[in-house]
DNA sequence: AAAAATTTGTGCTAAATATCACACGCTGAA
DNA sequence: TTCAGCGTGTGATATTTAGCACAAATTTTT
């Protein structure tokens, strides 16, 4: 059976079995518990994380304390603090585990060396990286276009399993409305 | 004198002479006019802009004939709209000239040429594509976090000559605010 | 310079959303 | 089982924002 990993990234580039071997070898494996973290505000993000099993969250508290989610990360995503781990500076957000978490881990240097080792990840990485700015793009175009019922609509239908899985509080600081407000929505 | 493409480029990765004069051989130059545009909805972005004088929007309509502008681009910005561009595919946005303006451009084609030739501007493009994800969560950020006025402040500490350039209308699309709240912003 | 179009400010009203309060059901720990 | 805590729905009210109307100021065009 091919490993999960693999498949993932030849949605975008082929690899041989050696290459992925290769590959595989710059990364180590860890699990997490519900409630865990993998980033706390303040850290340097040194790793980037692909998330085998579960479902996480990366989040900030503004000074009164209402929660924001950035990003909800769950099988076959990736997620770590772009800005902090590109620019190995402070992060400003946290990641958390919203349920017992199994990941995979590639360190900045790793990934840095591999980066270099091997150009086809080099290719890789960079469309990961255009993909991911088309999809904040279209978070933005989303942000200022649709009402609140409609982003909650177009969530609901991009990604229901979500809404099996989080409680609905966590989708309300996603989409960027109180949860009382979010519970008006349907009706 | 150094080309200010050169200088940009350089904010990046260092060049010689030799390099810049085979990178700049692989564009063109345009000169469009107020009120003139680059790209409309349905096109294909076959070309990736680098404004070297004049202002732009990026922006696109609602259904209601709402205004929403996604971006805004000055000298030694770059402008197209990337998800069009990266996947070659139609595009939803429209880019105008706000001012006069004059442009150096690369086609799609050429920067894949480009990319393939020199390696370091597969670099540069993959710097690029990083930081220019950071903008876009940080706007994201931004949405999620911060009311109306400061959203209007930090604009304004950020980009303080955009106030002088652009009506404040603009602004107001930008924010995600109607044009008459953002007049009230300030009392 | 005159005319036309655009931009901006502001009063008024309606709609959307936030906030506070409280009740109820579910879950996990003692 | 019992109890505390969390998640969720919902009423009442306050706040924010949108939308419309219109006038004044500014810019652009002729």
């Avoid at 800005?83 to 958390?96: C, G, P, W």
């Amino acid at each position: 059976m091919k490993h999960p990993l693999k498949q993932h990234i030849e949605e975008i580039i082929k690899l041989t079995d050696e290459e992925f071997k290769f590959i595989l070898s710059h990364f180590e494996t860890i699990k997490k518990r519900k409630h865990q973290y993998l980033l706390q505000k303040g850290e340097i993000a040194d790793k980037e994380y692909w998330i085998v099993k579960g479902c996480l969250k990366s989040y900030f508290f503004e000074e009164s304390g209402k929660e924001h989610i950035l990003q909800f990360g769950m099988e076959n995503w990736w997620i770590t603090d772009y800005e902090s781990f590109v620019k190995q500076s402070k992060s400003k957000i946290n990641i958390d585990c919203i349920e017992d978490c199994e990941l995979l881990y590639i360190t900045f240097e790793n990934r840095e060396k591999l980066t270099k080792e091997m150009h086809k990840m080099e290719r890789f990485w960079a469309k990961k990286s255009k993909f991911g700015r088309i999809a904040l793009q279209n978070r933005i175009l989303s942000l200022l276009k649709n009402s609140s019922k409609e982003r909650y609509d177009l969530l609901l239908e991009q990604y229901p399993k979500l809404f099996q899985r989080v409680p609905k509080k966590l989708i309300a600081s996603y989409l960027g409305v109180s949860r009382e407000t979010l519970s008006r929505l349907n009706s």
